[in-house]
């Protein structure tokens, strides 16, 4: 019923041995093929925007990885998994879609608490729940590899992340009423570092960085990449501002800066291109908003951007799935609410004219993991044990018991959707708990090493100018 993906037992060596079959060329054009199937209408549209992306991509296996999602599941498509054989209910749950190692960071929920958590929603979708535990696991051996760890020592830190997460999740079968997050309180070493640092951040200083006073009141800095809109523009950005506060969850809107005491006096709108790996030639708008007071140290930042469709939904054909996320901003929203336990106050989401949108707040406490200064064996192992918690606990809290849903979601038919997923992933693993984590090590192992051959396949693409629209 909800996946016609065919699942048998196979060992992810023998999945990787049937791409290394490949030649180099043969598996050389499958990379193309699949970038111009799905890449292509954007390549014709704005060529300049995908040679940046595709520059970008080509610079390391890892940015590689980040940009090529939809590789990875057309893959996946060849990978049979056993712990989803005969468990139909864990091939759909709520995952991540592109859980890698760069996918986390900070944010304050909407009781003020700073959270370390999973972030970036954006190929949220319902799958097998060990596709977001591989994606995350090959990552990680890209992360290692780059910083000259030994295979010895990949092996390790892909073990210790796989047995935090079952232990995360049998805590989540203890009790099953739980609302474990990643705070100040039980976090130690990097992770407690950049709490701390987000910590200090001043919202003053962050919306000074992006706006300057003009006759005593704020207004956008205009750049090459930050420019105004244009009347029609700015009255249909209206509109959908309209529409999204219309989703805004009643739950926030308490307090003396909750989104209801605010006027929503819009002060200025810019449009601003994207230099992300995975927005290539996609603009967003930011739009300035007047706070609570008439004091401009409350003035809120917040982003409109448009929603993509996810690469696992090219991989699932279920109808129904289909049309519950037929608006990808709503989509987004909603994987976002079903995976954290605990929501940023502004996000929402909206339709710019035709194209679905999502909306958030810009803030001095969003602060993106960065594997700069995690070089240290050690410092790295205790970094993917906070990692495979905070993978456990997405899966665990993402079900039909959610409620703390926005706005029109709430009357969404939950029932597709597994009760209790941590009991649902228990089943399927049952007591073969080495064995589980053994697969899922083996499978990081052998598809880093494939991703380090596609990289190196692409980028010879690439430089040659093989891709069509891009010579």
């Known amino acids: ?13 023998k999945a990787i041995d049937r791409l290394k079959a490949q030649t180099d060329e043969e598996r050389s054009q499958f990379i193309i093929d699949i970038f111009v199937k799905y890449f292509g209408d954007g390549i014709k549209t704005n060529p300049t925007a995908f040679r940046g992306r595709f520059r970008k991509m080509a610079a390391t296996a890892f940015n590689f990885y980040r940009g090529s999602a939809l590789l990875f599941y057309q893959d996946l498509k060849v990978d049979q998994d056993p712990w989803i054989h005969g468990h139909i209910a864990a091939g759909n749950i709520f995952i991540h879609g592109d859980l890698h190692a760069e996918n986390f960071g900070t944010y304050l929920d909407n009781h003020g608490i700073l959270n370390f958590d999973v972030n970036d929603f954006d190929e949220g979708y319902c799958g097998p729940f060990t596709w977001d535990v591989k994606r995350l696991l090959a990552s990680l051996n890209l992360v290692a590899h780059s910083k000259g760890c030994s295979d010895k020592e990949i092996e390790q830190i892909l073990r210790v992340c796989v047995e935090s997460y079952l232990k995360q999740v049998d805590e989540f079968c203890k009790h099953p009423i739980n609302t474990f997050s990643l705070t100040l309180k039980n976090t130690t ?23 300057v006073i003009e006759d005593y009141d704020r207004r956008f800095i205009r750049s090459k990449n930050i420019k105004d809109v244009d009347e029609v523009l700015r009255a249909d950005i209206l509109k ?3 529409g ?18 605010f006027n929503y006096n819009i002060k200025d709108i810019v449009a601003r291109s994207s230099p992300g790996i995975g927005s290539a030639g996609k603009i967003s708008y930011s739009i300035l908003v007047e706070g609570p007071t008439e004091t401009l140290e ?41 995976m954290q336990a605990s929501t940023p106050q502004w996000l929402g989401y909206t339709s710019l004219g035709s194209v679905p949108c999502l909306v958030d707040e810009v803030t001095a406490h969003s602060e993106d993991l960065d594997w700069d200064d995690i070089n240290d064996i050690n410092d790295m192992i205790e970094v993917v044990t906070y990692l495979g918690q905070a993978t456990a606990k997405i ?61 190196h396949l692409f980028f010879e693409a690439f430089r040659n100018k093989l891709i069509p629209g891009l010579e």
């Not at 506060?245 to 739950?251: A, G, H, V």
């Open 395 to 455: 899966h665990c809290v993402a079900d039909s018991d959610c409620v703390n849903t926005p706005g029109d979601v709430a009357c969404l038919p939950f029932s597709i959707i597994p009760q209790h997923t941590e009991k649902t992933i228990r089943e399927a693993i049952q007591d073969r708990d080495e064995e589980f984590i053994n697969y899922m090590v083996e499978f990081g192992m052998v598809y880093g090493r494939q991703v380090r051959r596609d990289h």
């Open 298 to 338: 409350n003035d809120i930042v917040l982003y409109m951007k448009p929603a993509q469709k996810s690469a696992i939904s090219y991989v699932i054909q279920n109808a129904e799935l289909e049309e519950l996320f037929k608006h990808d901003g709503l989509r987004t929203v909603l994987c976002s609410y079903a």
């Open 244 to 261: 999204y506060l219309k989703t805004i969850p009643e739950s926030k809107k308490q307090g003396d800066k909750s989104p209801e005491n």
């Open 1 to 13: 019923m909800f996946s016609k993906l065919s699942f048998e037992c196979d060992a992810p060596q």
């Open 240 to 242: 959908a501002f309209e």
């Open 189 to 211: 070493g990097k992770i407690k570092k950049i709490l701390n640092e987000t910590r200090v951040k001043s919202h003053v200083e962050h919306i000074n960085a992006m706006t």
